[in-house]
């Protein structure tokens, strides 16, 4: 019997889900936007060694770094079974199936981190937990900085925002995220609402909906560059300050 050619892409979950192109961006952002030692909270570390090691790399000595990861299948039904919504070579099945994994991984690698800064003095917590539970432990204004890349879902996403406004500097902190491959634009918006559970939604548009929506519902003005956003608070109010880098903005 002949065998059936495969021509499909591979199926992948990458380790360090921190996106080359968006990588300059984000070691730009921490830069230039903050001179000494900060309060930093991630939200979705998976293995450590994305997103977590351009903060530890870039934080100034003293800073604390606080990583929240529920490190537990997150994957929504309609996320696994719909091969018509999601790019064709990702696994949500198989990313789910490597949470424990990926937990251990980054507790290693902030031990690597501890091992080998010398001088550059970061106190890094890590936290186990659903960070819509987690986040209510904190006092009000706790954090300078807060990177949220969590579950991407719209009403994932939409309480990590509502949480990070709680919990932002007020008089100068910056909430900045993952995965907002475009502007909000009004189409966008009303696409969105129709596919609050799923992660992506592929098609001319490839974009991750529920970022777009709990974005657009939140701030009026963002910044983003390759789909790295952020957003400024200076006095309680949020603005699309692009600190010189360049960014497209709303
Ligand atoms: C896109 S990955 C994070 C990638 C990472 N920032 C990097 O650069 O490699 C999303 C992470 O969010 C975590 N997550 C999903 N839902 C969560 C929730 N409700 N609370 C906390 N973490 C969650 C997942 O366990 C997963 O590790």
Request: proline share 3%; glycine share 8%.
């Amino acid at each position: 019997m002949e065998k059936t050619q495969q021509t499909s892409r591979p199926s992948i979950v990458p380790q360090n889900q921190a996106q080359p192109k968006r990588i300059s961006a984000m070691t730009a952002l921490i830069q230039t936007a903050f001179a000494g030692k900060i309060k930093a909270l991630e939200i979705g570390v998976w293995y450590g060694i994305g997103s977590t090691n351009i903060w530890l790399n870039n934080l100034q000595a003293g800073s604390e770094l606080t990583l929240v990861d529920a490190w537990r299948p997150y994957a929504s039904q309609a996320d696994v079974s719909g091969v018509d919504f999601r790019p064709s070579h990702w696994d949500y099945a198989k990313m789910d199936s490597l949470s424990t994994e990926a937990f251990l991984s980054a507790f290693l690698n902030v031990k690597k981190f501890e091992n080998e800064c010398g001088d550059r003095d970061i106190d890094v917590s890590l936290i186990r937990g659903n960070s819509g539970k987690l986040l209510s432990r904190f006092k009000d204004e706790s954090f300078d900085f807060i990177y949220i890349d969590a579950d991407h879902k719209y009403d994932s996403v939409k309480r990590d925002i509502v949480n990070a406004k709680r919990l932002i500097n007020k008089e100068y902190g910056i909430i900045c995220g993952d995965d907002l491959e475009k502007l909000p634009t009004p189409g966008l918006v009303e696409l969105a609402r129709q596919y609050k559970d799923r992660d992506f939604i592929k098609g001319d548009y490839g974009y991750h909906p529920g970022v777009c929506l709990a974005v657009a519902e939140e701030f009026e003005q963002v910044s983003m560059i390759d789909g790295f956003w952020w957003v400024v608070c200076k006095n309680g109010s949020y603005s699309h300050d692009a600190l010189d880098l360049g960014a497209a903005q709303l």
